[in-house]
């Protein structure tokens, strides 16, 4: 989530992922500030014509979960590209492990540290003074699959990026999780470099290894959280796959992976067939998004440009603090709302796009502040 794409002909892929960083905020927004996902299938008579077209608009915010896959896709493509660009010209090449980790530290850490101070400020204010019962525990899980919990051991726990690993996300940026596994992969790369360097397919061996880890009987030696994500590990690797296409170090044509992006929609309009089970359904939908950026890198390698993305070059500079600064925007006025409208959401989309507006200007203003002073060298 949090990478840059520093090669300016990649552009396209940084305003791609700040695209998605706004889908996944206006998914929250979708869950946290108004009623029509809760009721309207009961009291689809309580809404006026208007209303019932913006339910079905906002019915494309339903799919957070492919922004987030998409997030692992693309984090593995960006990480691996500098080192796969020199082993394209020099399979010798030493990997330079402390810079690795300490522009790794430095990209990640401020806006993370920075996003759970204002989660605990968020908290406090909408939890212990103005006490919005968006916050007990009985109204809190109708949103989410997550306990909330702001104890001084899970802020700990999350500046060591263990965030549903062996300790819940802070409070309520339940969308912290992501970080947690990112941040371990990043730790791995070093292995897997090594790995790739001295065979592509012998990297993929132990990537497919650790993949069947899955389907083994659970130990209490593994995590639960980990057994249950583990797989995400083989779809970040497809971004470093897709990053050796790039640069030729595998002769593969874009032409042959560009139709797997029919996996897409096949797994969202038809779940059912693999959404029963999740590491099936997440592994075809990365698949899916590793056919669209090979889509959209054949486009560059054909200099075809699609030149309204740079008008959108804004959101990618801040698309990691809105990703990590939107949730707790998002519940606070979710929990004004229900204080002052009788505990219950509105019908009406006002507040929602207010909302998500409040959280895009919010987090553009943060990135100047503690994420763009630490990528300066």
């Not at 890198?297 to 699609?306: A, D, G, T």
């Not at 070059?313 to 979710?334: A, E, H, Q, R």
Request: net charge positive; charged share 15%.
């Amino acid at each position: 989530m949090d990478v840059k794409i520093k090669t300016s002909k990649l552009f396209f892929l940084d305003v791609i992922r700040g695209l998605a960083a706004l889908y996944v905020t206006l998914s929250h927004g979708n869950d946290w500030l108004w009623d029509a996902n809760k009721t309207y299938n009961k009291q689809p008579k309580d809404y006026n014509q208007i209303e019932k077209i913006f339910k079905s608009g906002l019915s494309i915010f339903n799919y957070s979960h492919l922004a987030v896959m998409f997030f692992f896709v693309l984090s593995g493509f960006v990480i691996h590209l500098r080192y796969s660009k020199k082993l394209s010209t020099d399979n010798s090449f030493e990997f330079d492990y402390f810079p690795y980790v300490k522009r790794r530290f430095r990209r990640i850490f401020p806006p993370l540290l920075f996003a759970l101070i204002f989660t605990f400020l968020m908290d406090s204010l909408g939890n212990h003074f103005l006490h919005f019962k968006i916050y007990d525990p009985e109204i809190f899980l109708k949103f989410t699959t997550h306990l909330y919990n702001d104890s001084l051991l899970v802020f700990l726990g999350n500046m060591a990026f263990l965030m549903e690993i062996f300790i819940p996300c802070w409070g309520s940026n339940q969308a912290l999780w992501t970080l947690s596994y990112e941040w371990w992969l990043y730790m791995l790369y070093p292995l897997f470099f090594l790995l790739n360097r001295k065979s592509f397919k012998f990297s993929w061996v132990f990537v497919f290894i650790i993949f069947i880890l899955f389907f083994l009987p659970k130990t209490s030696l593994i995590s639960n959280y980990i057994y249950e994500n583990i797989h995400l590990i083989f779809t970040w690797y497809l971004g470093v796959f897709l990053s050796d296409i790039y640069s030729k170090r595998i002769n593969i044509s874009y032409n042959w992976l560009f139709p797997l992006a029919i996996l897409i929609p096949i797994n969202l309009f038809f779940p059912g067939l693999s959404k029963n089970f999740h590491v099936l359904y997440d592994t075809l939908l990365a698949v899916g998004i590793m056919g669209v950026l090979a889509f959209f890198l054949w486009l560059e390698e054909k200099e075809i440009h699609i030149s309204f993305l740079r008008y959108f070059k804004w959101l990618g500079d801040c698309s990691y603090t809105l990703y990590v600064t939107n949730l707790p925007i998002m519940i606070f006025l979710g929990g004004y709302i229900m204080k002052y409208h009788t505990n219950s959401f509105p019908f009406n989309f006002l507040l929602y796009f207010l909302g998500c507006a409040v959280s895009i200007i919010f987090a553009y203003v943060v990135h100047f502040l503690v994420e763009k002073p630490f990528m300066r060298k």
